[in-house]
């Protein structure tokens, strides 16, 4: 029996239970990285021998960058969300899927988890349950410490999985390893420029990241990532493969669920972000050159005006 690809509501499936940084989530980690400390102090050493603290200084300072920049390249754009402010101003904090892959880079841990259970309280507005764990987080490159972070959810959000309250549970304690992980390392307000610096030269986009707060309604969101990148993907492959975009529009669209699949018969059933991201990816696995080539930023023909100023290389 043939069916299309199901098309849920986007937060049903978008994103796991607590990946989703929220709005109020960004300004406090923001202001709490304003409280890190040194776990180590250097203050002794400063009044001993100055000229040493200079040189440990700058030495520190070039590995934190180089540490920095491979832990942005391991990073996919599904693994950001593109937050705008009224100005217009962008910024891309770090997702779940991206914090489990920076936080081995930069040694970050979490500890002095409390209470030993999740608390669970009621909002007294909403009626609805709130999950409440604290925790202190430590870097082991940089040093730095930053205490008495929380970690919480609300039932009310719906992003926190079934519904259970396992899972509320679950989400409130991946919200603090989230949060820890962003503030230590830094990535909680990554700029479009770093981004775009670091992965100059590959495939990946900030135009393939999630788009977040200031960019509508979840339902304005759901084409924010552009379908056409994943036909000109598609095609690449067919011309390389000798293979029918309809069989590879199934083949990168496929899933299971609740003992049924579902897939996309035209380019129209695929409607979200994560759709799209995951299509590219299930490529990217199997055909990695010609997925690679198609998703190369397109080089710029210079303008005849440009190319009668003299500034081109000369011809060989």
Known sequence: MTTTL?????????VPAG???????????RNLAKRITFAVSIDRLAVSDPDRVVKVMENRMKALESVRMGAVKQTEPHDWTLNQDKEGHVIATLRKSGCSKVRKYFGISSYNIRPEEVKITTDPESGKQIAEIWGDGVCAMTG?????????????EEFTGRGSLSD???AARTNL??????ILSGMTAVSLEELKSVWSGTEKSPDRCYRGHGYGSSGERETSVNLE??????????????????????EASIYAKNGKK?????YSDIKYDWQINRAIDR???????????ALQPAAVEPSAQERQSGDEEPGL
């Open 262 to 266: 579902y897939w996309a018969k035209e």
């Open 144 to 156: 730095e410490m930053i205490l008495n972070v929380r970690g919480a959810r609300s039932a009310s």
């Open 168 to 170: 509320l549970k679950e």
């Open 229 to 250: 990148t994943l036909k000109t993907v598609i095609k690449a492959v067919a011309l390389a493969t000798g293979k029918a975009e309809k069989d590879l529009l199934y």
């Open 19 to 29: 990946d989703e940084p929220s709005l109020a989530d960004i300004m406090e980690e």
């Open 177 to 182: 390893e989230n949060k820890v992980v962003r």
């Open 6 to 14: 199901e098309t849920p509501h986007q937060t049903a499936l978008a």
């Open 283 to 293: 490529l990217k696995e199997k055909y990695a050159e010609p997925v690679k080539k």
